[in-house]
């Protein structure tokens, strides 16, 4: 067996670990739940009147349904992050991975296994969100194309999220401290376009908001599911995926490979 | 596996590891025959657990070489890794799954093919008695469950050379019991095995070699014969079984500490030949009837608190 296929044959074994954690304390229902019961909430509670101030041809509530879902799904990958750390973290502290590490095991496998195991986590978690969004009267006017690339943009955000939440669960020493490092990133949905437009925010929030990497991604996704221009911002969002997984890549994968005892 | 080692199964010489400016290891060298026990012994703190970790190549010596299997720690980790198994001081097991799956994952990572990862993890359940729990999560486990699936886990790859670090500390007598016969018969099949421990007994019983770990350095090593030697203590007991025998005995050794309930007396000695000769025509030449004679060397806790008083002493100073 060469060093390659080695590589995948290790990943696949960690990944199926990983997914049998996830099967046996699914966290899937904490990583949709939450967004979930937002969606409800700025939805019923205060969607008529955040709707209104949007001045769409729906009016008050279904307007901002439209508006806020791509917001919701992108908070939804942010949040993941949680249960990406808590498990590096937990793997961590649990001494398995000085196991691993005193194995002939290819080394970047363990890492791959995460990463995979919670990319997919994160997705099913966006379906469950994309469809109680349709149940309360979300109604995208995407075709195939435009899903698969709303789809795909999800994924690649997730992907370099997953990278950087392994990094943070490296960090640090206790599972507590793995749930709260996140926490910044589900903040970044809100101080962006993902629930209301920036122009309404005051300076200098509003120009933090323009230039802070969710807000494309937001866009983006809008655009996708709704129909109306992507343009720059896709391209912006793309850039943005990138230099997450790259940045998040590096940084998970120098910390793996640093001593474990300093 | 690898096949049979022409040198040592572990040799080490000159290892050296500090955290930050606190020093662990001060030139440490270790020398471990093929298909023997190797204990290193000492207190906490005293850089047992670091010892393991270098030389199962989990973190990197600051300076010195070390060998395992014939491979270079440093230069060929990944031969090293495929030679050895490890059992760390805290279990090293997977919480979330089943003993079983525990015991499959292993298997998978050694690519052994699922068959055989199957009948492997069974004769190990088997035989580490764990068949009832194989199915439970491991939340069910006790802590000596926990370390004897621990130690299948390790023994999944059929390792020639297994680091045991403490692997009884808190455990249950009876569980003590249980790990020091699974050791003892992982040596009978001709495995090599280096273990850590702070209890003197376990040394003494598990081990063909001993090394004093004090103060980042080796302050002694050898058989536990050898050891028990270092220090003075030891004697002679001779038990009497009447009165007039034992008053003829205090006559014949006026030097020797008595026990007038007991009808024993104590004489110095090193636990030699000689001095037992020494003693035999003594009584020979007085016509001493005894009813018992033992030779009592001292324990390893003599030794031990022999050997590393001195630096205390020092330290305090």
Known sequence: MNAFTAYLTDSATLLRRNLRHMRRYPMVFFIAGVPIVLLLLFVFVLGGTLGAGLGGSLGGRADYVA???????????????????????????????????????????????????????????????????????????????????????????????????????????SVETASNLPMPLMLLPFLGSGFVPTDSMPEPLRTFADLQPFTPLIETLRGLLLGGDVGTSGLVAAGWCLVTIVVGWVWATRLYERDPAR | MSGPLAGPAIRAVGLRRSYGSHLVLDGIDLEVAAGTVFALLGPNGAGKTTTVHILSTLIAADDGDAWVAGHDVRRDPEAVRASIGVTGQFSAVDGLLTGEENLILMADLRHLGRAEGRRRAAELLERFDLVEAATKPLAAFSGGMRRRLDLAMTLVGDPRIIFLDEPTAGLDPRSRRVMWQIVRELVASGVTIFLTTQYLEEADRL????????????????????????????????????????????????????????????????????????????????????????VQTPDLDDVFLALTHDDRKAAAR
């Not at chain 1, 005193?102 to 791959?112: D, E, G, K, Q, V």
């Open chain 2, 207 to 294: 081990a063909d070699r001993i090394a004093l770990l004090h103060q980042a350095r080796i302050v002694a090593e050898g058989t536990p014969t050898e050891l028990k030697r270092l220090v003075p203590g030891g004697h002679i007991r001779l038990r009497f079984t009447d009165v007039a025998a034992f008053a003829r005995g205090t006559r014949a050794f006026s030097g020797a500490v008595r026990d007038d309930d007991g009808l024993t007396l104590d004489i110095a000695s090193d636990g030699g030949p000689r001095s037992l000769r020494t003693v035999l025509d003594a009584l020979d030449h007085a016509s001493v009837e005894v009813g018992e004679l033992s």
């Open chain 1, 67 to 173: 508006y806020v879902t791509p917001g919701i799904v992108l908070f939804t990958v942010a949040g993941a992050a949680q249960g990406t750390a808590i498990s590096i973290a937990m793997d961590l502290t649990e001494g398995i991975v000085a196991r691993f590490r005193t194995m002939p095991i290819s080394r970047a496998s363990f890492l791959t296994g995460h990463v995979v195991a919670n990319v997919l986590q994160t997705m099913v978690s966006v379906v469950l969100v994309v469809a109680v969004a349709i149940a309360i009267g979300f109604r995208p006017t995407a075709g195939v194309v435009e899903w698969t690339a709303a789809f795909a943009l999800l994924a690649l955000v997730a992907l370099g999220i997953t990278w950087i939440s392994v990094a943070l669960g490296m960090l640090t020493k």
